[in-house]
C-alpha cells in the first residue's frame, strides 16, 4: 500500500528531517511511528499525504508515484485517498459539527441524499449524533476530537494518518481514542499514527511499531 524508495526529505540550511527510508506498509496495517518531536515522524506523514514532496527518492501508494505528482492531482490524490487526524484538530469553532465533517466533501459536489447518507454514517460511527448541530466551539476537547475522527472518514478513505492524536487528551480520552481507533482498523482502514505517546506502544491490534530517530529508522 505504501512504499519508501530511498526517501531522504531536506529542509532548508540543510536541515535532514529523513534519510534514506526504506520501508513498506501493507494494506489494512496499523503501524505506529514511534519517535520524539523532531525525529522525522511528522515529515513522513506529510510525504504519504503528498503535503510535501521528497528532496530525494520515491514515494509510492497504492500504485501511485506520489513523489512526482503536480500539486493539482496531488490535492485529487489526497481528497480521495486521505483522511487526517491533525494534532490540534483544525476544525473551524464558528461551524456545526455536520458542517465541519462535511467539508472534505464540497469540491465532490455530490448528490445532497447521498452527502446525507455519508454524514449520517459517521456521526453514528463515531457516536456525535446527538451534537450534530452544535457549534464547534461550544464542545470539549473530547468531543472536537471525535469530529475530526468522523471528518477525517466521511469520504472513506483508504489510509488514515494520525499526527500526535493524542497530545492534547488527558488519559481516558486517550483509551477512548485508542479504541475508535481500533474500530478503524477493523473497518480495513491502512493508518499510520506518529506519537511518542506509550500507551501505543504494547497494543495488541498494532501491527508494527516503527521507531524513528534523527530521520532514520531505527533497525
Not at 505504501?2 to 534519510?19: G, R
Not at 459539527?97 to 446525507?116: F, G, Q, S, T
Not at 477493523?186 to 511518542?196: C, D, E, G, K, P
Amino acid at each position: 500500500m505504501i512504499t519508501f524508495k530511498n526517501v531522504s526529505k531536506i529542509f532548508a540550511n540543510n536541515l535532514v528531517a529523513l534519510e534514506n527510508i526504506n520501508i513498506n506498509f501493507k494494506e489494512g496495517e496499523l503501524i505506529v511511528l514511534k519517535g520524539v518531536s523532531g525525529s522525522g515522524k511528522s515529515t513522513m506523514l506529510s510525504l504519504i499525504a503528498a503535503l510535501q514532496k521528497p528532496t530525494v527518492g520515491e514515494l509510492i501508494v497504492d500504485s501511485n508515484h506520489i513523489s512526482k505528482l503536480p500539486d493539482h492531482f496531488a490535492s485529487l490524490y489526497r481528497r480521495d485517498n486521505i483522511g487526517f487526524i491533525f494534532q490540534r484538530y483544525n476544525l473551524i469553532g464558528t461551524m456545526s459539527v455536520a458542517d465541519n465533517i462535511i467539508l472534505p466533501m464540497l469540491p465532490k459536489n455530490m448528490d445532497e441524499k447521498l452527502l446525507e447518507i455519508d454524514l449520517n454514517r459517521v456521526l453514528k460511527m463515531f457516536n456525535i449524533e446527538h451534537k450534530r448541530e452544535t457549534l464547534v466551539k461550544n464542545l470539549s476537547g473530547g468531543e472536537q476530537q471525535r469530529v475530526a475522527i468522523a471528518r477525517s472518514n466521511i469520504a472513506s478513505p483508504k489510509i488514515i494518518l494520525a499526527d500526535e492524536p493524542t497530545a492534547n487528551l488527558d488519559e481516558k480520552l486517550s483509551l477512548e481514542f485508542i479504541e475508535i481507533l481500533k474500530e478503524m482498523k477493523s473497518a480495513n482502514r491502512t493508518i499510520v499514527v506518529a506519537t511518542h505517546d506509550p500507551l501505543f506502544f504494547s497494543l495488541d491490534f498494532v501491527d508494527r511499531v516503527v521507531e524513528i530517530h534523527d530521520g532514520k529508522i531505527v533497525v
